[in-house]
């Protein structure tokens, strides 16, 4: 009777990375932090309460009634932040969802369809990335006002690009393939084909992006509120605070500071993540 | 290689075409009664009827795009009214401030990013190596308007050391410059570490180190002018990282470039202002990424595109 060999494994690969798992980690806690807000916060994110105006962080001459203190109306900072975080964090999902939609359906397109198709929504990414997406996106909120739903749009249209053209790349690579070919041979129809081999092999790469794209949002967003064309007042959000905080930087730090602490630990989470997952899923891309 | 040169200029040229386009969608599709917008609050009825006379605004939608481009290309921006000018003397006074200020920026970036990605690549491994990589994912995940509002904690607030807002002397490009640096420089770095990576494990470095050439001459000559290629493409794209960044860090610093210029602009609704803004820095990212294209084929004589 012959021995029979130990499966072939690879170790190694297939783990992530311990900082990449900080990383998910750090997401981890912040959306759930928000998700849980309500709980986690008893104080009222939004009314004010001018009797107990600009306390101090616990342990640095306040109490722990307001943890990380109160802002310039007298609301708990802490319970801001993570309704703040209920917001930025919303919305920055769903425009990954929908600029990812976008992107791949225009990659597929791109890749699939005749040379010409192909050319024009190229040169429409060119000229999406020729306007700096900051510009862009407060001219639109200029014109059609700065509800959630004018937000998420224009947060989703500054994203689609990399889908797209990594999908593109994508598709005109694996239709080269011999066993993409023989599938065509054998009768397969092209949607067929791009369900069954296009799209699993391009899941991993639009993960990552994904994922990476997910800091981005939530950049841009605090970004546009910081300016005053996101999320109004008195509605909580991360760029907004840092506005706000802006006039007591000299009597009261903390108001400035925390919010850009919440923004960089996100961004921060999903970056250290979007990097391991490019290392576990496309060790080329280095 | 001329082929090449008057592809990518077609290119560029359709590219700014379409931005064009998209500018136009924006700013006189979308909004419906365009000439209610591009009036201060409160225009009197004439004057709304003249400017719908003067941008045609009766015509079809097509003929209204033909007549926008004609003006655009006669250099005629519209009035701004917030400032009473011309909207494209407004904008290129504000120019020199922001070029100013992007230089910086564009001069830190390179000097300390590749000087952080070579370190890191060299002392591969080592704290350096570590120090360095954290330097830059710090630098990747801080909000450029944090960043620059604790920077005005810091040195302006607390040590009273550097001037937080204006523009009169050196002392004040300081805290903007790396604000809006901080971003691209981790990205630079990032990329010289990985791309310097691959070319110093490859043969001929190899042989470089085995006939005895001096390391320093390896890893400078030899070995960088083959991993800025990479890097240089991601510069070019970065111009587009810094002319939206100066969006937000010129607001944080009251500099009066053209990022504050637009920010102001939206508030005033000076639509003929943001138009050119956004016209113009097209131009320049465009500009400048078919310079960078050019570039190539100078840095490395391999590339000879047909």
Redesign the interface.
């Given at each position: 009777m012959s021995r029979v060999d130990a499966p072939v494994t690879n170790s190694g690969a297939g783990r992530l990375s311990p900082t990449a798992l900080v990383g998910g980690i750090l997401l981890a806690l912040t959306v759930l932090a928000s998700v849980f807000a309500p709980v986690l916060a008893s104080s009222d994110p939004v009314k004010p309460s001018y009797s107990r105006r600009l306390a101090p962080p616990w342990g640095i001459g306040g109490t722990s009634a307001h943890v990380v203190g109160t802002d310039n109306l007298g609301r708990d900072i802490l319970a801001r932040l993570l309704h703040g975080g209920r917001v930025s964090l919303t919305l920055a999902a769903i425009s990954v969802v929908i600029a990812a939609a976008v992107g791949i359906v225009v990659g597929l397109v791109a890749g699939s369809g005749g040379e010409r198709v192909d050319a024009f929504l190229m040169r429409l990414a060119d000229v999406q990335l020729a306007l700096p997406v900051i510009m862009l996106a407060i001219a639109i909120v200029a014109v059609v006002g700065t509800s959630p739903a004018a937000l998420v749009g224009v947060l989703a249209l500054s994203g689609w690009v990399l889908y797209a053209r990594t999908v593109r790349a994508n598709v005109l690579t694996i239709r080269r393939l011999e066993y993409v070919e023989a599938a065509y041979t054998l009768g397969a129809s092209d949607v067929r084909i791009i369900v069954r081999h296009i799209l699993p092999n391009t899941l991993a790469p639009i993960l990552v992006i994904g994922s990476s794209q997910f800091a981005t949002m939530v950049l841009l967003e605090s970004g546009l509120s910081f300016l005053g064309m996101g999320i109004q007042a008195p509605r909580p959000s991360w760029g907004l605070m840092l506005a706000e905080g802006r006039d007591y930087l000299s009597n009261a730090w903390w108001l400035a500071t925390a919010p850009g602490i919440m923004i960089s630990l996100v961004v921060l989470g999903a970056n250290l993540l979007g990097d391991g997952l490019r290392d576990l899923l496309d060790p080329r891309a280095g | 290689m001329r082929a090449y040169v008057l592809r990518r200029l077609w290119?560029s040229a359709?590219?700014?075409l379409?931005?064009s386009?998209?500018?136009f969608v924006?700013?006189r599709v979308?909004?419906g009664d365009p000439a209610k917008?591009l009036l201060p609050d409160g225009a009197p009825q004439s004057a709304v009827d003249e400017l719908n006379r003067q941008l045609g605004l009766h015509e079809p939608l097509h003929v209204q795009y033909g007549i926008f481009i004609r003006s655009v290309v006669r250099g005629d921006f519209g009035q701004s009214f917030q400032y009473r000018a011309p909207a494209l003397r407004v904008v290129t006074e504000r120019i020199a401030a922001t070029a100013e200020l992007a230089l910086a920026a564009l001069i830190l970036t390179v000097a300390i990013g590749v000087s952080l990605g070579i370190l890191a690549a060299v002392r591969r491994g080592t704290r350096y190596d570590y120090a360095s990589t954290f330097l830059a994912?710090?630098g990747?995940?801080?909000?450029n308007?944090?960043l620059g509002?604790?920077l005005?904690?810091l040195f302006g607030?607390a040590l009273r050391w550097l001037p937080t807002s204006g523009f009169e002397s050196w002392r004040h490009i300081v805290l903007p410059a790396i604000t809006l640096a901080a971003f691209p420089t981790a990205l630079v770095a990032r990329l010289t570490r990985?791309s310097m990576l691959?070319i110093l494990g490859r043969d001929y470095i190899r042989t470089g180190r085995a006939k005895g050439l001096a390391e320093r001459s390896v890893v400078l000559r030899h070995a960088l002018r083959n991993a800025a290629v990479p890097v240089l493409t991601v510069l070019g794209?970065q111009i587009?990282?810094l002319?939206?960044?100066a969006?937000?860090t010129e607001?944080v610093f009251a500099w009066p470039g053209m990022g504050k210029l637009?920010?102001d602009a939206?508030?005033f609704?000076d639509?003929p202002v943001?138009q050119t803004?956004?016209i113009f820095?097209?131009t320049i990212?465009?500009g400048l990424n078919l310079v960078v294209d050019l570039l190539y084929t100078v840095i490395d004589p391999r590339i000879r595109y047909s």
């Open positions: - | 290119q359709l590219t700014l379409g931005v386009l998209l500018v924006v700013l979308l909004p917008m994912v710090l990747q995940s801080l909000p308007f944090w509002i604790m005005i904690l607030v990985s691959e794209l587009g990282t002319l939206g960044g969006v937000i607001s637009v920010v939206i508030f609704r639509f943001v803004v956004l820095s097209a990212f465009v």
